[in-house]
């Protein structure tokens, strides 16, 4: 053990922790018992002695198996120092070794116990294949559907993910064989199956993470009756804005003050130091509904932190909203009261 701590502190370690040392000096009673039972003169009839042997076998493999099982959890525990980790968790192949070995563990003291061929149980248990698969279903869809996510690099640990129904929108802190753990946002731990991650669409934020930018994607909705073509004295008053100051239309061209405000919008954006230029910047105006147009503003921040990114794009459209005054226009406002005397001919009257 000395020999091993000098040439790997980390291997070292994981065995002490996982205790492989201890289960394999547990071993060594059953090995003596088994061994030294027969030669004791007190010992009468050889049923007894069977029986005790046999116990004595039990035991030595529920060493074994408790052995290898550590043994597992010590490369799972080396694995998970490494980088690749993240991108290829291994936590739930280990799980599916873990059962596999516990399995062929109890059919293997079953067959000492009765006094029967491993083989002959196994043939027992063929016929019996449709009970097995309905017991392990969920721990076969989960292997199946974990080697399917990390093949496919769908989900990796850390990684942002958002399931549509609203169980889960947070981290994923561990991908085992039948559960991933995410933590969400308020601190709370969701678990779902992996297959539902195979068999229903999520949302995974993690290209938004590595990108160069968060997305923003939001409207300003104008009051219709507020759009006009700009006169002179409208132009000479917004081009008192710095950003529009050098504005010229083209040759008889009358603009609207919807128009211009959508190209302040763009110039805005684009001299903001927050604002990624190198990403899509969209400013479009969309089909007039009852309740005004919609100027969508779609564009993208370098800064991905959701409490810096929020506090940006809020400042971002705080000043739009209030620049909107300056291109005689007026956001829409809807008033449940005047909207419904309206429409109302009693009120009318």
Known sequence: M?????????????????????????????ILIYFLFPILEWIEGETLLHITQRLCIVYIIGSILL????????????????????????KGLIQVFQVLLFFLGGIIIVSVLINKSPTTLFAGLGASAAILMLIFKDSILGFVAGVQLSAND?????????????????????????TVKIQNWDNTISTVPPYSLISAPFK???????????RVDKTIKLDLTTLQFCTSDLL????????????????????????????YIERYLNQHPEVNNEMDLIISQKEPTQYGIPIEVYFFLHNKVWKEYEHIQSDIFDHLLAMVTSFNLKLYQYDPVINYSSNNPMLQS
Do not use: C
Request: glycine share 6%; aromatic share 10%.
């Open 154 to 178: 769908m989900i990796r640990l850390g990684d942002w993910i958002q399931l549509p129904n609203g169980e889960a929108n947070g981290t994923v802190q561990e991908i085992s064989l039948n």
């Open 67 to 90: 052995i290898l099982n550590a043994l597992l959890l010590v490369m799972l525990d080396i694995y998970n120092t490494k980088d690749i980790q993240r991108s290829r968790p291994m």
């Open 236 to 263: 000479e008053n917004i081009r008192r804005i710095s950003l529009m100051k050098d504005y010229q239309p083209q040759k008889d061209e009358i603009p609207t003050n919807a128009q211009l405000y959508r190209l």
């Open 2 to 30: 000395i020999q091993i701590w000098k040439m790997n502190p980390e291997w070292a370690h994981a065995l002490v922790r996982r205790k492989v040392f201890t289960y394999l000096i547990y071993i060594f009673p059953g």
């Open 204 to 214: 995974n934020w993690r290209g938004m993470q590595e990108g160069g930018g968060r």
